[in-house]
């Protein structure tokens, strides 16, 4: 499953960043990504026990995770985004190798609103404000026996900056634009620009 080709996965990055980098180094100081925190704990307890080097994590977010790899304060870090092509060249003694999946949702909290289908394109429209309440004939369309009441939608995102939140507006941007197809292909037309800045 899944499961067991991250840890595979994520033994290999770890086993061979750290050959590369740290040669007979006996404690490495990572960071990075908190979405992978559990996945990393779970790496670094099989790593110490296969080589005696003790790995200390620091789930700091992606941005920090970088910044400690690209400053060489860390030996391995971890983002939920890939280094730009500017980024690669400006450090070209980083190697990156994808270890593990993320997934990222959407959650509601509407009073009185148990169960919520919110269609893709709303989803979009919700995030960038488009959708401003709860109400919207969108969304009461795509659930026609709920009782949906005339609330504004208030977005609750993370206060920092983090590799999640780039993995959420790709995702958001790449909607976007099939929402935007499908609309020009009905005769209709879509004008929204997404910039999620932060999540949480």
Not at 27 to 48: K, N
Request: charged share 15%; net charge neutral; with cysteine.
């Amino acid at each position: 499953g899944f499961g067991s080709l991250g840890a595979v996965a994520g033994r290999l990055a770890l086993s061979g960043l750290v050959r590369r980098v740290c040669g007979n180094v006996t404690a490495l100081t990572a960071g990075g990504s908190s979405a992978i925190q559990g996945a990393a704990a779970a790496w670094a307890l099989e790593y110490a026990l296969a080589t005696g080097t003790l790995i200390d994590y620091a789930p700091d977010g992606s941005g920090s995770g970088v910044r400690g790899a690209k400053e060489r304060t860390h030996h391995i870090a971890a983002s939920d985004a890939v280094l730009s092509a500017e980024e690669r060249l400006d450090f070209p003694h980083l190697v990156m190798t994808p270890a593990t999946a993320i997934a990222v949702a959407v959650v509601f909290n509407v009073p009185g609103v148990p169960h919520l289908t919110l269609p893709r394109c709303a989803v979009v429209d919700l995030f960038t404000g488009a959708i401003g309440r709860w109400d919207d004939p969108r969304i009461q369309a795509a659930n026609p026996a709920a009782v949906l009441p005339p609330l504004p939608v208030r977005v609750v995102v993370r206060a920092t900056k983090s590799g999640t939140t780039e993995v959420f507006t790709t995702g958001l941007r790449a909607l976007d634009e099939a929402c935007t197809a499908q609309a020009q292909a009905a005769g209709g037309s879509r004008a929204t620009t997404v910039e999620v800045t932060n999540t949480w």
